[in-house]
Each structure stands twice: as C-alpha cells, then as structure tokens.
C-alpha cells in the first residue's frame, strides 16, 4: 500500500496537477485585490479558496501516509516542512478570524511553487550557499559608500547641501547613484566638474562594476554548489531506488523458488501416501 501511495505522489500526472493548482491559487488572489470584482463575486471566491484548502489538505495527506508507518519521516526535509505550515496555517483560529491575516496567508501559498519546481529548489540553494559571501560583499559595499559619502560631504557638502550636506544625506544620494537612478542629474548639479566627473566615475565603476562582478560570482558559485548537491541527492536516489529493484527482483525469485519447493514437498507426500496405502 505504502509502495503505491507513494508512485501515486511521484507520478508526474500528480505533479503537473499539484503544479496547476498552486498556479491557479496564485491567479486567485491575484484576483481579490480588484476590490469591485471580489465582491461582486465574494460567494465564488470563498467556495474556490475553500475547495483549493480541501485539494492542498487532501495532497498533504496523502504524502504523509506515504512515509506510513513512519510519518514524521516526512517532516526531515525542510520542504515538507514549509508545505505543511502553508496548510495547517489555515486551521489555526487567529488565522481565520482575521481577514488581513486571511488574505496574506493565502499568498504564502504562491511560495509552493519552489517545492513543486525542482528548478526553483536549485535556485534558493543556490542563494542560501551565496549568504555569507554576500554579507562580506555587502559589508564591503557599504564600506565604500561610506568612505565616498564621507569624501563627497567634503568635496560638494557646501555647494549642495541636499544631496551632500552630510554623511547620512551623502549616503542616501549614492545609494541613487549605485542604482543608476538619474545620477546624471545630481553629477551636473555640481559646481567643480572635474572632482564631480573623477568622483562620480570612480563611484560607479568600483561600486558597481566590482562589486556587481561579485555579487554575480558568489551567485554562480552558489548555482555550482547546488548543481553539484542536487546530482548527488539525485544519484543516492537512483541508487537507493536501483537497490530497491534489485531486492524486489531476489525476493520475487525466492518466492518462486518456495513455491516450486513447496509444490515438490506435496508431491513427495502424495506419493509417500500412496506408497503407505499399498
């Protein structure tokens, strides 16, 4: 039983449907938040999201009983995990009597999708393997800024005291400038052009060339490691499920040797019984 439930679950049929649904849940409240169309169709679109509770439960259900009768197996990967709380946070009460909560739970529906994606897996190993390198890319950006902001309150402060006044104000200008957001403007705004344009293309080539080149390296080596992880996950799966088949094959072979046993033994008694009768 445990054997079909869980190729039930692992058909692709079972997936694409599963995939469908999140896609349609996600479509739905995209659709609640035109407010006339919602509560022209309040009625439909509570018996849509009730029904969609129903399917993802019944989904949830039927994974779990895969891993019978060891079902807290199934809380070992953090996915599993994460699908569970998208659920059971339906049922709790605080949830249900809030409509604001209601709706915002309703999103964290949408996040299934990276479990159900295996490509989107990839790409959240990838960014979580890339978090400490980016905290030191981070720390290192903002370390530039800082000693920039800090030269341009200096070189521009007095000429223009809304974007240089001060280290915070400098700060924030070049957080619009690292974005490319109208720097143009505020680099022609100042006085000294020749300070202006080293400073300014300076700035934009080392905090957003270098640090962007970073940035995209740690993110690739990140895509690389969990390449590298999934393949292993997808080898010991292959491995497991080669050594699966192959005890299926030997105990499908014993069994037909029992049998051909067994069939010789009630042979070999008949025909004692016939010889003792005679």
Known sequence: MQRVVQRIVESARVQIAVLCVIGLASILVGLETFHELAS????????????????????????????????MA????????????????????????????????????????????????????ALVHSLPSLGYIGLLLFMLIYVYAVAGSFLFGRTDPEQFG???????????????????????????????????????????????????GVIMEGFEHARIHTTDQDGLVATADGRREGVEVELARISEQLESLKSEVDRLLMAARQAARK
């Open 40 to 71: 022209e169709h309040e009625a439909l679109f509570s018996r849509l999201d009730t029904l969609l509770l129903v399917i993802f439960t019944l989904e949830l259900a039927i994974r779990i009983a895969a891993h019978w009768p060891r079902p």
């Open 74 to 125: 199934f809380f070992r990967d953090p996915w599993n995990a994460f699908d569970f709380l998208t659920v059971a946070i339906f049922y709790t009460p605080f949830v249900g009597s809030e409509a604001a909560l209601l709706r915002l739970a309703r999103v964290v529906r949408m996040f299934r999708l990276l479990r159900a994606v295996p490509g989107m897996q990839r790409v959240v190993l």
């Open 166 to 216: 001060n280290v915070a104000v400098a700060m924030r200008t070049l957080l619009q400038v690292v974005t490319f957001d109208e720097w143009g403007m505020i680099w022609k705004a100042q006085q000294d052009q020749m300070f202006a344009t080293l400073y300014f293309v300076t700035f934009i080539l080392v905090g957003t060339m270098v640090v962007l080149n970073l940035f995209i």
